[in-house]
């Protein structure tokens, strides 16, 4: 009985790897390689009007420059959550847990911006549409920089969902496979990683652990 339990736990995990094999084709070529093109044109799209309609990102202005940079390396990380590279995934789960917290609070101000831009439609709707509507300079002000970048800025909204997307689905098919008894590396971030990094920061932040002898949590 027991070697038949065996033998049968043994195909499961057989048939598991070929369905994970399987799935990791569909992946790459449904999910990966169109989410990549799609993600390179979105960078090229915020450079290219960083170039010529900016003239170099307004002078190097400083938020511009941030916007791009952090658009560019959302996306690097993005294909490697895409693409589930299970060994970068699963040693870098401190710089994951970063990467998504700032997309939250990226997307929480990009979409406040635009409900906010969209609630206030009769504010500044004759500004665009009325020939003899004079505006205020507050009212002009506040349109320009909302619309402007909500336009600048789209591309890498975008990012930011296909990180947090992905990191719920990890979530979800960490859990299924644990709950199926399939040992397979654990991709997911749970509060243990959460506490980790708070721990982590708390020691770069602490003068006295600079310098002790204490290693550092990821080392």
């Known amino acids: 009985m027991g070697t038949t339990t065996e033998t049968i736990g043994e195909a499961a995990l057989v048939a598991w790897d070929g369905i994970v094999a399987f799935r990791g084709i569909i992946?790459?070529?449904?999910?990966?390689?169109?989410?990549?093109?799609?993600?390179?044109a979105g960078l090229i799209y915020n450079i290219f009007l960083n170039l010529?309609?900016?003239?170099?990102?307004?002078?190097?202005?400083?938020?511009?420059?941030?916007?791009?940079?952090?658009?560019?390396?959302?996306?690097?990380?993005?294909?490697?959550?895409?693409?589930?590279?299970?060994?970068?995934?699963?040693?870098?789960?401190?710089?994951?847990?970063?990467?998504?917290?700032?997309?939250?609070v990226f997307l929480f101000f990009f979409f406040g911006s635009a409900i906010y831009f969209i609630w206030t439609y009769e504010d500044w709707e004759p500004l665009f549409f009325k020939d003899d509507y004079q505006p205020d300079l507050a009212t002009m002000i506040e349109v320009m920089v909302i619309a402007?970048?909500?336009?600048?800025?789209?591309?890498?909204?975008?990012?930011?969902?296909?990180?947090?997307?992905?990191?719920?689905f990890l979530e979800f098919i960490t859990l299924w496979e644990y709950n199926n008894g399939f040992q397979r590396p654990d991709l997911s971030l749970g509060f243990h990683d959460i506490f980790l990094l708070l721990d982590a920061l708390m020691e770069l932040f602490n003068p006295f652990w600079w310098f002790s002898k204490d290693p550092w949590i990821y080392e």
């Open 52 to 104: 010529d309609f900016n003239k170099f990102w307004g002078g190097f202005n400083f938020m511009l420059v941030w916007c791009t940079l952090h658009g560019f390396f959302h996306f690097l990380h993005s294909v490697v959550l895409v693409f589930e590279i299970d060994f970068l995934l699963k040693i870098t789960k401190f710089v994951r847990l970063l990467f998504l917290w700032d997309s939250i």
């Open 148 to 168: 402007y970048n909500l336009f600048m800025h789209w591309p890498f909204a975008i990012i930011d969902i296909v990180i947090i997307v992905k990191e719920i």
């Open 27 to 40: 992946n790459f070529w449904v999910v990966g390689i169109p989410w990549t093109i799609l993600g390179i």
